[in-house]
């Protein structure tokens, strides 16, 4: 089987890999890595082959009653009536058989693919944050979606097709065996270079069409930013050239689609071809050896048509190569995640977080996303509890890695991260939620209720103890300002509502939490006057009784804190208080004048 | 038993709108079918009329594949009769053998060709269509006015210039195999009647139930395929938002809800896609069972008929074959009623796009278009040719009646320009969001325009722009009324530059130039005044490098200076900044700001920043969609609403700090060192 194995199944970076992945060791992973296939696939594929000989239920009726039921004095009825009322009986018992076994296999492949796409997904959620950046996201959604899908795909055509033509191409040549094996043989020596003859038809359809697809999305791409840029095309007079580019991008896509067109054209005709040729081997060297080889006319008739029964399997493999070579590729693809080793291992037994405001102590701390590129490197420090400390520095500058590493997002490569005098690392996933509590930049919030949204914060809240928490930040007038209150839909990852009020909701579900140590990753896009209020007077009351860190962008922010540490190029630099850092310059003092030059003017 | 596998015939896998659109296109509800095939009928008829020739080779293709399934099956029964029984008999020659051999090749190879003919012209008939109606769309959207992007959201426009247009034209594929399968039932008939009638009485049974059942099947299936396809829109919608929601799943601990949510939506489609198996796994067997009975009663007749003397071995050879051949084909019928409601729902949308009427002053003139020289003249002439005769299929948009009347073109007068606003209206529907804007800023003048959310701030902008034209009242460019002046000097004097920084997938020079006559050296120029040569010469390839789809491998800041540059490069006398450098640090933007003050260029500043707004001459203060006031910054402290709406802008920096105007001189060192 070796032409399934993957030679440029994909083009991605992960081609490296899978090229060393042989089909066989993509499908023993498979089966290790799905129970579901252990439980009656067997049984599923015995039934298969019983009913691929079925197939040969009316060729074998044709050459009996042909050879057997007309006799010299004319048709023997009574066999012929047998005969067609057994072959009646078994075609019908066949397809009932059929079903079934159509019925197992497609189940099985369902289940299957319901094992791998939750397994993967629970997979992701365990992986630290290091595996979801902007650029990974992408890929992660891909593993339980498309490529699952490519899955499903050749679950329900592809790998059935393997079983049922595979099967059935076995039964019938080991039939024409039985009646001649010369025809037998001849069969499969004519018909065998249809695989590589479709191979070859197969790779240039698959770069054609990968060149079609490239085309499609260069179009969309082009409309897509004729529909965005279109005040900046009319009012800098580009529409005429925008409408040149477009129109040559629609004309590339059709050449490519063309191309990719003709291949398609071409391919399934060669088993039109190569039936031809089969079956005139088969009658040509029937009529001419046959009566020597002491074979009956019906019996060469049954061969023929045995012969049809081959062709269209063969023809069918050779079609579902390429699906099978991109199904294992996707395969592989989903395997290779659940192969990656969880970085974040939750503690078998969670000490417990003290119920007030914690300190924290990070302890020659450094991290690296990638193995040789490190963005932290040994940071030493101590926050007291209930102190309120503001993180400065340029983007890349570490201080967002660290906010991170505080609530465990990810683990630092080197060193640890002390909060309220426990090492991170042995607190569980509930108790640190509870405990230290992040209120990211983005504000994201899952397309459901406002108050529902919340309640992510404490499962167990009431709707009061949801309004109170907005009530106690002095949100209240803002939420029943909303159309629905609490009740209010968010919209897709919040969209129905600003940035900033995406914040209010964040810091809301904070409240709710009570955590003993929160970050805050202050937004940098703009947020209206309005908000901006709130938000302050929100941050301000939600402050109280806790430690905050804050990953400060704003000045005001720095200044309203006891500290400010200043981080750059991953370590800290600076460390004390607004002033005596105003005072002693530095990289603070850069950023200090560059907001007061604005601010202050 | 038998597989899916000649859906391929059916959707070349090229494309697969379901895939991109997981959520599905919405179809319609199964009761439709008489309707929609009518409307299917009549959407081929529109399809045919715009691209006849390869259509109607694709046909000869189709029933050709017919004849030859036929010829291959009386080829079968005759080389039964004539040598295959003599062989056995008495003996045959060597001549014999050959000309069955031959018959036999020869028949397959030219079934094969009439696939190649049928594939071919039915791909160059899809792909031609498909290419007019992208052509019509693509127009479309360059020539509507802006109010229509108003009321149609982008995705929605995106997918019916792609998706649409695809499925609108899928049915191309099987409309002439269906075709083709119609002459094969024709054919068989006649064949089985003229080797026996009996044969033929036997497939007047068999024809209609394989019909009827795949077209049953189809039937039946429509709607669970559709709950399919629903169901893993939902299963792809969690892992979307699931995953991009990974910092909240994460710090609030969410990830077994999260997970047993997953699970839910998993099993649902699971379970859906199992119940679709068991009507496929019904289907399948007996659409292979019944020709398989069929076959079987044939030989029983076919033993009378060779009895009696009424047919040979031969031709119940011929019938059985004949009928081995038909199940397949027989179920691209359901294929084709499945497609076409899919079509008819698809090219609605795109006809609702092509409705929309056209704005005269972005439709082609087809002078300047073939003036326009590419290395590709040809070939694009051509396609214009081509796209104005599928033109004919297309609907014709209603043209918006020109909003000028014919005026004598003026001139505008050198130097620096006023503009000035008289009574200026402007409202879309019912909705009034201008009234009564009059003001005038003087040649040189740096003007900022401050007003809360839904002040009608922007809509001012897009007038500036001439995006929109006033609804009433009159906009004036140097004295000049804006509706007398040639729309390519208009913009030569005026320039945009916008908040969202809009940046193509190119270089940024080519962003800059945005196609006008600009040299090299004003790129550079207009690169420096917004400040945006010093991060540009530091990207690999220089002003040459290409930015990322929508600017992504750029701040945004570092965007809103390129098309900063943008706005400079064309040399205006007027420049409309719409927050334009929000994004931009506040000393690097005071910075820009100071260098265009020049005196020579007119600035309208819509402003958010306390730094910017002082930094101007005047503030034009917008509320309602009217001016509430102008004058100076220490003018307008006098109204308690301004200083809330100031104040609330800039939180750091207290109103009463602020009095003096000057420029902050001591600052830009610090963001010329940053540079």
């Known amino acids: 089987m070796s032409i399934i194995e993957p030679e440029v199944a994909d083009p991605e970076a992960e081609a490296a890999h899978l090229q060393n992945a042989t089909a066989t060791e993509v499908l023993r992973a498979g089966v290790r890595a799905s129970p579901e296939l252990r439980t009656g696939f067997l049984v599923s594929v015995t039934f298969a082959i019983v009913v691929a000989a079925g197939r040969l239920v009316v060729p074998v009726a044709i050459q009996q009653i042909l050879d057997k039921g007309f006799t010299s004095e004319g048709p023997d009825w009574s066999f012929i009536i047998t005969a067609c009322v057994v072959a009646y009986v078994a075609i019908a018992v066949l397809a009932v058989l059929d079903r079934v076994t159509l019925l197992r296999l497609l189940t099985t492949a369902e289940n299957v693919l319901y094992g791998l796409r939750t397994r993967a997904f629970a997979h992701v959620h365990d992986l630290s944050l290091a595996h979801h950046s902007e650029t990974k996201r992408g890929v992660l959604v891909a593993r339980v979606t498309s490529d699952i899908e490519v899955l499903a795909q050749f679950a329900s055509w592809g790998a059935i097709s393997w079983i049922v033509n595979l099967t059935l191409i076995v039964v019938s040549v080991i039939a024409l065996a039985v009646y001649q094996w010369q025809l037998a043989l001849i069969v499969v020596v004519v018909l065998l270079p249809i695989l590589p003859a479709m191979r070859i038809v197969q790779k240039r359809q698959l770069r054609a069409y990968d060149e079609h697809r490239s085309r499609v999305s260069d179009t969309l791409s082009s409309i897509s930013e004729t529909i965005g840029g279109v005040r900046v095309l009319r009012s800098y007079g580009a529409v005429r050239r925008a409408r040149r580019e477009l129109h040559e991008s629609i004309e590339r896509q059709y050449r490519a689609q063309l191309v990719a067109r003709f291949y398609f054209a071409i391919m399934f005709p060669l088993s039109d071809l190569f039936s031809g040729l089969a079956l005139a081997a088969v009658v040509g060297v029937g009529v001419w050896w046959g009566p020597g080889w002491g074979m009956a006319a019906g019996t060469l008739i049954a061969a023929v048509f045995i012969t049809n029964l081959i062709v269209q399997p063969v023809a069918e493999i050779g079609e579902v190569l390429d699906q099978t070579q991109t199904a294992l590729a996707g395969w592989r693809k989903v395997l290779n995640l659940l192969e990656e080793p969880v970085d974040v291992v939750e503690p078998e037994v969670s000490e417990e977080l003290p119920n007030t405001a914690l300190a924290v102590e990070l302890r020659h701390v450094g991290f690296e996303y990638e193995p040789g590129r490190p963005v932290l490197f040994d940071v030493d420090l101590q926050i007291d509890a209930g102190a309120n400390v503001a993180v400065v520095g340029e983007t890349g500058s570490g201080k967002s890695t660290m906010a991170k590493l505080l609530c465990r997002l990810a683990d630092p490569s080197t060193g640890e991260v002390i909060v309220g005098g426990v090492d991170l690392r042995r607190v569980g996933r509930t108790q640190r939620a509870a405990g230290v509590r992040l209120v990211p930049q983005d504000g994201f919030l899952f397309d459901t209720t406002l108050i529902e949204n919340v309640r992510f914060g404490r499962p167990d809240a009431s709707d009061v103890d949801v309004m109170g928490a907005f009530e106690s930040l002095g949100l209240g007038d803002w939420v029943q300002e909303l159309p629905d209150g609490l009740a209010t839909a968010v919209g897709e990852r919040g969209d129905a509502l600003s940035v900033g009020e995406r914040q209010l909701v964040a810091l809301a579900r904070a409240q709710l939490a009570d955590p003993g140590l929160l970050i805050l990753d202050e937004a940098t896009s703009s947020i209206d006057p309005e908000t901006e209020r709130k938000l302050g007077y929100a941050l301000a009351t939600l402050a109280e009784g806790r430690t905050t860190v804050s990953i400060a962008h704003r000045l005001s922010t720095a200044e309203a804190a006891d500290r400010v540490i200043v981080f750059d190029a991953g370590r800290v630099v600076q460390d004390g208080t607004h002033d005596q850092l105003v005072a002693q310059g530095g990289v603070y003092g850069a950023l200090h004048a560059s907001w007061i030059g604005n601010t202050r003017s | ?675």
């Open chain 2, 1 to 675: 038993m038998s597989t899916h596998s000649h859906t391929d015939e059916l959707v070349p896998d090229d494309e697969s709108p379901a895939e991109e659109n997981p959520a599905g296109v919405t179809l319609d509800d199964g009761d439709e079918t008489a309707l929609s095939i009518s409307l299917g009928a009549k959407l081929i008829a529109r399809f045919v009329r715009m691209h006849p020739a390869p259509f109607v080779l694709s046909i000869i293709g189709g029933v050709g594949w017919a004849a030859m399934i036929v010829a291959a099956s009386i080829v079968l029964g005759r080389i039964t009769d004539e040598v295959i029984e003599p062989a056995f008999d008495e003996g045959i020659d060597g001549g014999t053998v050959w000309w069955a051999v031959a018959a036999l090749v020869g028949v397959g190879a030219l079934r094969g060709l009439t696939v190649v003919v049928r594939r071919w012209f039915g791909s160059v008939t899809e792909a031609r269509m498909q290419r007019s109606l992208r052509s019509a769309v693509a127009d479309r959207l360059l020539e509507m006015p802006m109010g229509s992007y108003r009321n149609r959201p982008t995705g929605q426009l995106l997918a019916t210039s792609d998706v649409d247009v695809t499925t609108a034209t899928q049915m191309l594929m099987p409309l002439p195999f269906s075709l083709g399968v119609i002459a094969l039932v024709v054919f068989s008939l006649a064949s089985l009647w003229s080797a026996d009638p009996m044969f033929a009485v036997v497939a007047v049974l068999l024809f209609p139930a394989l019909a009827w059942l795949s077209r049953y099947y189809t039937t039946r299936i429509h709607e669970p395929a559709a709950l399919v396809q629903q169901k893993l829109g939902r299963v792809s919608a969690i892992a979307h938002e699931s995953f991009d929601g990974v910092m909240v799943v994460k710090t609030l601990a969410r990830e077994e809800p999260e997970r047993v949510r997953f699970d839910e939506a998993a099993r649902d489609l699971a379970d859906e896609r199992i119940g679709l198996a068991r009507l496929t796994s019904i289907f399948e067997p007996l659409i292979i069972m019944l020709p398989n009975l069929g076959m079987v009663t044939l030989l029983i007749v076919g033993a009378a008929r060779v009895e009696s003397g009424g047919a040979t071995i031969g031709d119940l050879v011929q019938a059985v074959a004949l009928f081995g051949w038909l199940a397949f084909p027989m179920r691209i019928v359901g294929f084709l009623f499945q497609a076409l409601p899919r079509a008819v729902v698809s090219i609605a949308r795109v006809d609702d796009l092509l409705a929309e009427p056209v704005d005269p002053a972005y439709a082609p003139d087809s002078a300047s278009e073939s003036d326009v020289v590419t290395e590709s003249t040809a070939r694009q002439t051509a396609a214009v040719a081509r796209r104005s005769a599928a033109r004919s299929g297309v609907p014709e948009a209603p043209e918006v009646p020109a909003p000028k009347p014919a005026v004598v073109e003026e001139l505008l007068p050198e130097g620096p320009l006023s503009l000035e606003l008289d009574g200026v209206g402007f409202s879309f529907g019912d909705a009034r969001v201008l009234h009564d804007v009059s003001f005038r800023a003087e040649p040189g003048e740096v003007l900022a325009i401050v007003g809360s959310t839904g002040s009608g701030k922007s809509t001012l902008v897009n007038l500036l722009a001439h995006l929109d034209e006033p609804t009433s009242g009159t906009i004036r460019l140097g004295g000049v009324e804006t509706t007398a002046l040639d729309a390519d000097e208009l913009r030569a004097a005026v320039s945009v530059a916008y908040q969202e920084s809009y940046l193509f997938a190119r270089s940024i020079v080519d962003n800059v130039r945005l196609g006008r006559d600009v040299s090299d050296e004003a790129v550079q120029a207009a690169l420096r005044r917004s400040l945006a040569d010093g991060f540009v010469s530091e990207l690999p390839e220089g002003p040459a490098t290409v930015v990322g789809e929508r600017g992504v491998t750029l701040s945004g800041g570092q965007r809103q200076r390129i098309a900063l540059a943008r706005a400079l490069a064309g040399g205006p006398r007027v420049v409309v900044a719409d927050d334009a450098t929000s994004a931009v640090d506040p000393v690097v933007e005071s910075q820009i700001l100071e260098t265009l003050r020049d005196g020579d260029t007119t600035m309208l500043v819509i402003a958010h920043r306390l730094s910017t707004i002082t930094l101007a001459d005047r503030i034009l203060h917008l509320e309602d969609g009217t001016v509430r006031g102008i004058g100076t910054h220490e003018e307008l402290l006098a109204d308690p609403e301004y200083v809330a709406l100031v104040t609330a802008y800039e939180d750091d920096a207290p109103v009463e700090g602020v009095g003096a105007q000057d420029a902050p001189t001591g600052a830009s060192g610090v963001a010329g060192g940053k540079r």
